[in-house]
């Protein structure tokens, strides 16, 4: 079968080649993959900035973002031939942790973890993988291709997840959410917004074209410039860009009692002068909290998945700006202006 890989430590070294059937080890479950997402992480790891390829090879299968149909389950396993799936990424830790002994994974306190596709796991960037059925998400079947928005959608529900649990620490009445960067996570974190009544604003640096279009039609406002020169402060931040002068603005910008959850990962090199002794002094008297989250588990897969039921179809199809066959795999990994989620497709759904 044909799979996209990459050399873990070699820049630029993606290509689909030929691989053996996933072996029976990865799971009890056989799912043909219909279609793989490809996000900012698989660029990085095509630039070899990190990822660890399985035991005993020297190549990783790429692939987080996916959707496929069950083709082959144990009778007891909870899974039928034909049932629409997503792959949960993250993967406890042997010892485990005590997250990860609970079922949170995604607060793996030891680092031990895998992920498929990105460390020492292949990942779903396969036409056939397998998994443990424990590690797989029965979604609803009206969810079709748009499936494929799954582990994105589940990173928000959690950073939504931990931003209620911090806020319910007193009595907790948000308003306004800000969100900066409109690509696919900032895009469904305004989604998740919208759906929990607030008022959504989005921040981004492109000017016209789909993503405002995108902005406006979940009823939010779509902001250009400066972020310190919006005319208020929010409740919540979610920060999406990984951009380190937009991280020191979102800080600079918190409402009373307000909460930013850095939800991007910034990349190397970026550099940018703190006043720490303020930062410090106004996080202290207004009881601010800004905090990281990443990866996200069962639970989360979950609470995503009844978001996107609730949602627009319409409008989560707009998501997906692009779609390109296994075939023209090059085209998938070339970064284009008006791209927002760009899909890999192995079958139709």
């Known amino acids: 079968m044909q799979a996209l890989t990459i050399i873990p430590g070699k820049p630029n070294s993606a290509s689909v080649q030929d691989v053996p059937e996933p072996p029976q080890k990865d799971g009890s479950v056989l799912v043909r993959a219909l279609g793989?997402?490809?996000?900012?992480?698989?660029?990085?790891?095509?630039?070899?900035?990190?990822?660890?390829?399985p035991a005993g090879k020297d190549y990783l299968i790429l692939g987080h973002e996916s959707l496929g149909?069950?083709?082959?389950?144990?009778k007891d396993s909870g899974f039928?031939?034909?049932?629409?799936v997503v792959g949960i990424v993250r993967h406890p830790d042997p010892?485990?942790?005590?997250?990860?002994?609970?079922?949170e994974w995604d607060m793996c306190r030891n680092g031990q973890y895998t992920e498929r596709g990105i460390k020492e796991r292949d990942g779903f960037g396969s036409e056939r993988f397998r998994n443990e059925p424990e590690f797989l998400v029965k979604l609803?079947?009206?969810?079709?291709?748009?499936?494929?928005?799954?582990e994105p959608a589940s990173i928000l529900a959690k950073a939504w997840d931990h931003i209620t649990r911090i806020g319910e620490r007193a009595k907790w009445q948000p308003r306004t959410?800000?969100?900066?960067?409109?690509?696919?996570?900032g895009l469904l974190a305004a989604?998740?917004?919208?759906?929990?009544?607030?008022?959504?604003?989005?921040?981004?640096?492109v000017q016209e074209g789909l993503k405002p279009q995108l902005v406006g039609d979940l009823g939010a406002t779509y902001h250009t410039g400066p972020l310190q020169e919006l005319k208020f402060r929010p409740d919540v931040t979610i920060e999406c860009t990984g951009v380190a002068s937009v991280i020191v603005e979102a800080i600079n910008h918190m409402g009373n009692d307000g909460i930013l959850c850095l939800a991007?990962?910034?990349?190397?090199?970026?550099?940018?002068?703190?006043?720490?002794?303020?930062?410090?002094?106004?996080?202290?008297?207004?009881?601010?909290?800004i905090f990281g989250s990443v990866n996200a588990n069962r639970r989360h897969y979950e609470m995503a998945e009844r978001s996107l039921c609730k949602a627009d179809r319409g409008w989560l199809s707009r998501l997906i700006t692009r779609r390109e066959p296994l075939s023209r795999w090059q085209e998938a990994l070339q970064r284009k202006p008006d791209d927002i989620k760009v899909v890999l497709q192995f079958a139709a759904a």
């Open 80 to 84: 039928a031939k034909g049932d629409l």
């Open 36 to 53: 793989l997402g490809i996000c900012g992480t698989d660029f990085e790891l095509i630039s070899a900035e990190y990822g660890w390829p």
């Open 264 to 289: 991007g990962v910034s990349s190397h090199g970026q550099n940018e002068t703190l006043d720490i002794g303020t930062i410090n002094r106004t996080m202290v008297l207004e009881n601010s909290v």
């Open 191 to 205: 989604l998740m917004g919208h759906q929990r009544g607030l008022e959504v604003h989005v921040l981004d640096r």
């Open 95 to 103: 010892v485990p942790c005590v997250a990860c002994a609970a079922g």
């Open 177 to 185: 959410v800000l969100v900066t960067g409109a690509g696919p996570i």
């Open 140 to 150: 609803d079947p009206g969810l079709g291709e748009l499936g494929v928005l799954m």
């Open 69 to 74: 149909r069950v083709e082959e389950a144990p």
